[in-house]
Nanobody, 118 residues
Framework: QLQASGGGLVQAGGSLRLTCRAS????????MSWYRQIPGKERELVAM???????KYADSLKGRFTIVDDFAQNRCYLQMNNLSPEDAAIYSC??????????????WGLGTQVTVSS
């Protein structure tokens, strides 16, 4: 199970930190990702952290958004700085985990709403 939290209302230029927590069962996290869906647009990858490979970001968000892993605690964070109204979206997290019984599995969590006022 994945749970995203930390969304809310922020003024333009402000910051938010989102948290994604994985729970339930025995697993090892291979990667965690953040996606966002802006109304009227397709879902897009925001950032990904892969164990042993590092980070990947959407080109347009580099420098403002930072993904930080805390896989030892089965979670990751998305630090979002200098937010603009164009960043308003539902932010969701996804994870690829390894379980000893079922192998590699992909999970999606429910999103958290981010609203940015101008």
């Amino acid at each position: 199970q994945l749970q995203a939290s930390g969304g809310g209302l922020v003024q333009a230029g402000g910051s938010l930190r989102l948290t994604c927590r994985a729970s339930g069962g025995n697993f090892i996290i291979n990667s965690m990702s953040w996606y966002r869906q802006i109304p009227g647009k397709e879902r897009e990858l925001v950032a990904m952290f892969t164990r042993g490979r590092g980070t990947k970001y959407a080109d347009s968000l580099k420098g403002r958004f930072t993904i930080v892993d805390d896989f030892a605690q089965n979670r990751c964070y998305l630090q979002m700085n200098n937010l603009s109204p164009e960043d308003a979206a539902i932010y969701s997290c996804a994870a690829n985990v390894y379980t000893y019984t079922l192998g590699s599995l992909d999970y999606w969590g429910l999103g958290t709403q981010v609203t940015v006022s101008s």
